[in-house]
C-alpha cells in the first residue's frame, strides 16, 4: 500500500466516523426536538388539570356550603318541632 492510498484510506475512515458522528447528533437532534413538543403538551394538559382541580376545589367549597345551609335549616325545623311537642307533652300529662 503506497502512501497515497494510506492517506485515502485514513480519510475515507475519517469521512465515515463524519458521517456516523452526524447521523448521530441529527438523531439527537430530533429527539430533543420530540422532546420538547411533549413538554409543551404535557404542560399545556397540566395546565388543564390544575384548572380542573381549582373548579372541583371551588364546587366541594359551594357544596360545603349548601351541606351547611341545609343542616343548620334542618337543625331549626327540628327544633321548632320539639317545641311544638313539648308544651302539648306536658299539657298532656298535666
Known amino acids: 500500500m503506497g502512501k497515497e ?8 475512515k475519517g469521512m465515515e466516523k463524519f458521517d ?10 430530533d429527539a430533543y426536538s420530540t422532546l420538547r413538543e411533549e413538554k409543551t403538551v404535557l404542560g399545556e394538559r397540566l ?4 384548572l380542573e382541580i381549582q373548579k372541583l376545589k371551588e364546587k366541594i367549597s359551594l357544596l360545603s356550603r349548601e ?3 341545609a343542616r343548620e335549616k ?12 313539648s308544651p302539648q307533652a306536658a299539657v298532656g300529662k298535666g
Open 47 to 50: 395546565a388543564e388539570k390544575e
Open 20 to 29: 456516523i458522528l452526524e447521523e448521530k447528533i441529527g438523531r439527537l437532534v
Open 67 to 69: 351541606r351547611e345551609a
Open 74 to 85: 334542618v337543625e331549626g325545623l327540628l327544633s321548632r318541632v320539639d317545641r311544638l311537642i
Open 5 to 12: 492510498e494510506w492517506r485515502k484510506e485514513k480519510v475515507d
